[in-house]
């Protein structure tokens, strides 16, 4: 079906409207966007113009790699790499895997130009390092901890660098009462920022080490918290959501990647200084991104090749002495665990390269190929609310198999990604100075992510605004729970609503527009929705245009909107409440279906983003059909394509729902062929028993598959729970 465009008496358009038309002209304007079309009058005096030309239909989202240029990076192992903004990623540090040097270099790499500089540094210049972390602060700093030097000597030092004066300088770490010593030398650990404070989990300590502490430094006073114990990991992943610091991934103390993820809730804790401050929405920054690379063997000191000289004055290493792990307390506030043991979408984390970073309410795996051998690759993304896992997208719609990537790093927003790596038949001492040769960004926005503003400010209990006092219980923030109460309300019961909409009657509204006659006249036209004119003009562009204009509508005070009634009911109550969350009042998945549709004529991409958000994760057998029609209408190729994929997946539970049913016989047609062209239809029975039903195959053994395991946190006695039926548990987890 083609997006169509409303005009209303031959001038406004649904995007990019003229704003000085003449008032009351009735002449046609011309743009490249619209073209000139009948007048068709209804009975009530509000005119329709006929549908618009098909738009160009969206190609499949596919990320094009970029060839860097300059002084590209050597292979590097266990460096930093961090988006700094301003289309800029630095570079620090690392190991040369094919010289056997550490380094301390500083390089940039311009997005724009394409170009990487070495970045001439000043001041307090830190020493060689490797498997450290560097995180963003107040937007112009890089703060770097731990990691190891050419000695395999465990760091525990603090060091800035200045991004605009590119100087470094070593804060003076304050003695704190009660605290006798910085934390334990460490490198392949996790760090986030987070109000101030800079977290540290876990890491490689002396003598290989495998760490399980968490501890902080307070950035406004310089000083160390006490450690507590929490998880053992190495080469992990942290981040902070919703009151808790979250760890995934990496490996644990039997060196084997996990599944497993782990929290901790930091609200309301007086061991972590202070409650968590209302409003702050979890912006954080993510650690960057670890190399894919383990380091397992001596090291040379570096050579003086490298342009630096290590500064001793930056050396800190902390006790080098193990400590008993019982000697710290656990971790204050409640610490749990979540082990996945089977789900049609959960990656293995023992095959391919792994990036895990966080968006939008989100924990993203990207799974690249290896270097070795080939296998499925994947975006994946862990809902941090549900805890369920979703495939974003396939390894091939965004990894060239040809290349392998070996950084990931993220902006803030969580809405753009870059990997960072070579053709995979470069990776040979020849050719180790194109090792970071080329970036491969990706738009998260495109794989139905909102990024990390908007998400916040789509969770209503997060608003930084009070209850409302009139309405004492709500999803929604104080002004739109009470504008809701005032939408749809007749004028005459107080509610001030002075203009009226009318939409294309449902069939569940008693009408059979299809009976001989009815279309032989005017369209039937809904109930009328009474709004406010206000509020459209303030929150619905092409309404203002319209208005503003003084088009027909401007005298009439009526608008027909030829979509669906429940669709422009929804599309109108999301301009009073800034929310299209499942509620009791709220719309739903086939409501959004049409908002979606609706976005796509008006122009709106924040609505587009929340329509898509919202259907990509609450796809179901109900509603995949008309998902996949109206994403095929609004040209939103990911959902799409998501949407018959989740329809060939359950193909015999699709095809006897309604929405499958109203599909046009050329829609039937399109999506019957979006199945492989050697697809064959399978029973149940069959795909069971190849484990196609997300269980396991027959004769095999089901531990803990189905079940749901009781695993102890930290101190704790296991205690093996018993299977519920109630609640199984399609992803197979193991719950502490």
């Known amino acids: 079906m083609a997006a169509r465009l409303l005009h209303s008496h031959g001038q406004s358009t649904a995007a990019g409207a003229s704003n000085n038309l003449h008032p009351n002209s009735t002449s046609q304007n011309n743009n490249s966007n619209s073209s000139p079309a009948s007048v068709t009058s209804s009975s009530n005096n509000t005119y329709l113009m006929a549908a618009s030309p098909r738009r160009k239909v969206v190609e499949s989202y596919k990320p094009t790699i970029i060839t860097t240029v300059g002084a590209r990076p050597a292979t590097l192992v266990n460096a930093s790499v961090t988006y700094v903004g301003n289309d800029q990623i630095y570079a620090f540090g690392g190991f040369d895997q094919y010289t056997d040097e550490v380094y301390n270099h500083v390089l940039k790499l311009n997005l724009q130009t394409r170009q990487w500089s070495l970045v001439d540094n000043y001041g307090d210049i830190p020493g060689v390092r490797m498997g450290h972390t560097a995180n963003l602060w107040q937007g112009n700093k890089l703060l770097v901890y731990g990691g190891e030097n050419e000695h395999r000597t465990y760091l525990s030092d603090v060091i800035i660098f200045d991004l605009q004066t590119a100087h470094w300088t070593q804060p003076e770490i304050q003695t704190r009462p009660g605290v006798r010593d910085p934390p334990r030398g460490r490198a392949r650990h996790a760090a986030v ?92 920054v993510v650690s960057s991104g670890h190399s894919r690379y383990g380091f397992d063997r001596a090291v040379q000191p570096a050579s003086a090749t490298t342009g630096y000289t290590a500064n001793s004055s930056s050396l800190t290493t902390g006790p080098f002495s193990i400590r008993d792990r019982n000697n710290a307390p656990v971790a204050p506030g409640a610490i749990s665990s979540l082990k996945f043991i089977s789900s049609p979408n959960l990656p293995t984390q023992s095959l391919g390269t792994h990036f895990h970073v966080y968006s939008s309410g989100c924990l993203l795996d990207f799974v690249t190929p290896a270097s070795v051998m080939t296998q499925e690759t994947s975006l994946t993304a862990l809902d941090l609310e549900t805890l369920r896992w979703q495939k974003l997208a396939e390894g091939k719609d965004l990894f060239n198999q040809a290349y392998r990537w070996h950084y990931c790093a993220m902006n803030e927003d969580g809405t753009q990604a870059w990997l960072l790596g070579c053709p995979a ?23 139905g992510l909102l990024g990390n503003s908007l998400t916040d400010e789509s969770r209503p209990h997060q608003s930084k605004m009070p209850t409302s006092d009139s309405v004492a219980k709500s999803h929604l923030s104080s002004i739109g729970a009470d504008l809701a109460r005032t939408f749809d309300q007749a004028p005459e019961t107080g509610s001030g609503t002075d203009f009226v909409i009318t939409a294309e009657l449902d069939d569940e509204d008693g009408t059979d527009v299809g009976l001989p006659g009815v279309l032989d006249g005017p369209p039937p036209l809904s109930k009328p929705i009474h709004v406010h004119r206000l509020i459209l003009q303030a929150r619905w562009p092409h309404f203002a245009r319209l208005y503003n204009s003084q088009m027909l509508e401007f005298h009439t005070k009526k608008m027909h909107i030829p979509e669906p009634y429940h669709a422009v009911r929804a599309f109108l109550y999301y301009l009073y409440t800034d929310s299209i969350a499942p ?18 004529i008006y122009d709106m991409p924040r609505l587009r983003l929340l329509c898509v958000n919202r259907l990509g994760k609450e796809l179901d057998v109900e509603h995949a059909a008309i998902v996949w029609e109206k994403a095929g209408t609004a040209s939103e190729e990911w959902l799409k394509r998501s949407a018959a994929s989740f329809c060939m997946r359950h193909w015999g539970r699709v095809v006897r729902t309604q929405g499958f049913k109203t599909l046009s016989q050329r829609n039937l047609i399109e999506l019957c062929e979006e199945i492989d062209t050697e697809g064959r239809v399978v029973t149940g029975e069959e795909l069971e028993r190849v484990g196609g039903l997300g269980g396991t195959p027959y004769g095999q053994s089901g531990s803990g598959l189905g079940a749901r395991k009781r695993k102890s946190s930290v101190g704790l006695t296991s205690v093996v729970g018993e299977e519920t039926e109630t609640e199984a548990d399609e992803e197979g987890m193991d719950v502490s």
């Open 583 to 600: 509620s009791e009042a709220g719309p739903t998945l086939e409501d959004v279906a049409g908002m979606l549709v609706m976005s796509n």
């Open 425 to 447: 038949e470069s990776a040979a001492p020849a050719a180790a100075e194109e090792y970071l040769s080329d970036v491969l960004p990706i738009d998260l926005r495109k794989l």
């Open 193 to 284: 920022i987070h109000d101030d404070k800079l977290y540290i989990l876990g890491g490689m300590g002396h003598d290989n080490y495998v760490l399980d502490d968490i501890c902080y430094l307070d950035l406004k006073t310089w000083t160390w918290s006490r450690t507590w114990r929490f998880v053992h990991r190495f080469d992990h992943t942290a981040w902070i959501w919703g009151g808790r610091i979250w760890a995934f991934g990496g490996l644990g103390e039997e060196m084997e990647r996990t599944s497993e993820i782990w929290w901790l809730d930091l609200r309301g804790s007086p061991a972590f200084e202070s409650p968590m401050t209302y409003g702050t929405n979890d912006r954080r």
